[in-house]
């Protein structure tokens, strides 16, 4: 048998904690700080970060302009305007109209030095594994091994990573489906789908990562012809634990835009990785980790869980209480799985 401690951060993240690296930093230490004490120097531990943890890194040295704005919009407008130049000659060196992408391309080598420096120094310093959460990245020509990052097209995913406690990257993912009316309108691209059909060991475990509406078992709409499960294929692979960082950008206790007689959580619960687990054969567990961020007009909430297939059927083996976007809800969940 192996056992394995899994945990779920669930962090309140302000505008200020993406001042500057020193902050950034600063906010996930203190969160691993609290979690150090349930580790075990006998047990792996695998740390998982929620989805766009490092987006709003784009605002690092800039925070003066953007709490100028009422909007994230107008945030990245007026950005936007002060390197005016340095976005058109992105624009040009990728060969993109995309205002939106070359924003993206422009911060990009700053938002993965202080995301991937972070998440290194983590990882060594508490010894643990860490699924990063998520950023909008370019691809990069050096696979996302290295502190410096290339831009190898003008192509923007959403990117995860995690690290072993050496600080070594064993594992990227791009997120496959994107979110309508959210994703899709940020001239994204959707990761291929061989980039999510990966696995990696710890302690003999097989584990994946599924970023957020990947580990969802039906789309949201009608009208999303290239939606593809990731979690049954995961499952036929052999992964046993899924990392599924998330960021849910409508409210938890309000109605779900989409199916307006259902919650949002309900519908979490309905159609996520939760209403699959009693058909799978080797996915035991999924860890998901929920953002929570409200900012200008922008708000994420969500009650982070540990999810747990059993004899009985499916389980939730950890939980928080909480789950709107307050300093209070702030939380990590914690489980140990112990093979069969």
Request: charged share 15%; proline share 8%; hydrophobic share 40%.
């Given at each position: 048998?192996?056992?394995?401690?899994?945990?779920?951060?669930?962090?309140?993240?302000?505008?200020?904690?993406?001042?500057?690296?020193?902050?950034?930093?600063?906010?996930?230490?203190?969160?691993?700080?609290?979690?150090?004490?349930?580790?075990?120097?006998?047990?792996?531990?695998?740390?998982?970060?929620?989805?766009d943890l490092a987006t709003f890194l784009v605002i690092a040295d800039h925070l003066e302009t953007v709490m100028q704005a009422k909007t994230m919009n107008e945030a990245f407008t007026k950005l936007g305007q002060r390197k005016a130049l340095a976005l058109a000659l992105t624009m040009?060196?990728?060969?993109?109209?995309?205002?939106?992408?070359?924003?993206?391309?422009?911060?990009?080598?700053?938002?993965?030095?202080?995301?991937?420096?972070?998440?290194?120094?983590?990882?060594?310093?508490?010894?643990?594994?860490?699924?990063?959460?998520?950023?909008?990245?370019?691809?990069?020509?050096?696979?996302?091994?290295?502190?410096?990052?290339?831009?190898?097209?003008?192509?923007?995913?959403?990117?995860?990573?995690?690290?072993?406690?050496?600080?070594?990257?064993?594992?990227?993912?791009?997120?496959?489906?994107?979110?309508?009316?959210?994703?899709?309108?940020?001239?994204?691209?959707?990761?291929?789908?061989?980039?999510?059909?990966?696995?990696?060991?710890?302690?003999?475990?097989?584990?994946?990562?599924?970023?957020?509406?990947?580990?969802?078992?039906?789309?949201?709409?009608?009208?999303?012809?290239?939606?593809?499960?990731?979690?049954?294929?995961?499952?036929?692979?052999?992964?046993?634990?899924?990392?599924?960082?998330?960021?849910?950008?409508?409210?938890w206790d309000e109605p779900f835009p989409f199916q307006p007689g259902h919650l949002r959580r309900d519908q979490w619960r309905q159609e996520g990785a939760y209403s699959m687990l009693s058909t799978f054969h080797n996915i035991s567990v999924v860890v998901n980790p929920q953002l929570?961020?409200?900012?200008?007009?922008?708000?994420?909430?969500?009650?982070?869980?540990?999810?747990?297939?059993?004899?009985?059927?499916?389980?939730?083996?950890?939980?928080?209480?909480?789950?709107?976007?307050?300093?209070?809800?702030?939380?990590?969940?914690?489980?140990?799985?112990?093979?069969?």
């Amino acid at each position: 048998m192996a056992s394995i401690d899994l945990f779920a951060v669930q962090p309140y993240m302000t505008l200020n904690d993406y001042q500057n690296a020193s902050k950034f930093y600063h906010k996930l230490d203190q969160l691993f700080a609290a979690l150090l004490p349930m580790t075990s120097h006998e047990v792996p531990a695998l740390v998982v970060l929620p989805e766009d943890l490092a987006t709003f890194l784009v605002i690092a040295d800039h925070l003066e302009t953007v709490m100028q704005a009422k909007t994230m919009n107008e945030a990245f407008t007026k950005l936007g305007q002060r390197k005016a130049l340095a976005l058109a000659l992105t624009m040009a060196r990728y060969r993109t109209r995309s205002l939106r992408q070359a924003f993206f391309l422009l911060h990009a080598p700053k938002v993965w030095e202080i995301w991937y420096g972070a998440i290194v120094q983590l990882a060594r310093r508490y010894h643990v594994y860490i699924s990063a959460g998520s950023a909008l990245l370019p691809a990069d020509r050096n696979h996302w091994r290295t502190p410096l990052l290339n831009p190898a097209s003008h192509h923007i995913y959403n990117v995860s990573f995690t690290v072993n406690p050496l600080g070594e990257i064993i594992h990227t993912t791009q997120k496959v489906n994107l979110v309508p009316t959210q994703e899709d309108v940020l001239d994204l691209s959707p990761g291929g789908i061989e980039q999510a059909l990966k696995t990696y060991d710890i302690g003999g475990i097989p584990c994946a990562t599924a970023i957020c509406y990947d580990a969802f078992r039906i789309p949201h709409t009608e009208n999303e012809p290239g939606f593809s499960p990731i979690l049954p294929r995961l499952d036929a692979m052999g992964a046993q634990i899924v990392a599924q960082p998330s960021a849910n950008p409508w409210p938890w206790d309000e109605p779900f835009p989409f199916q307006p007689g259902h919650l949002r959580r309900d519908q979490w619960r309905q159609e996520g990785a939760y209403s699959m687990l009693s058909t799978f054969h080797n996915i035991s567990v999924v860890v998901n980790p929920q953002l929570l961020f409200s900012a200008l007009d922008i708000h994420f909430d969500g009650q982070s869980t540990i999810y747990g297939r059993t004899i009985n059927g499916p389980t939730i083996l950890a939980q928080s209480p909480h789950y709107h976007a307050q300093p209070s809800s702030e939380d990590i969940i914690h489980t140990r799985w112990i093979t069969e």
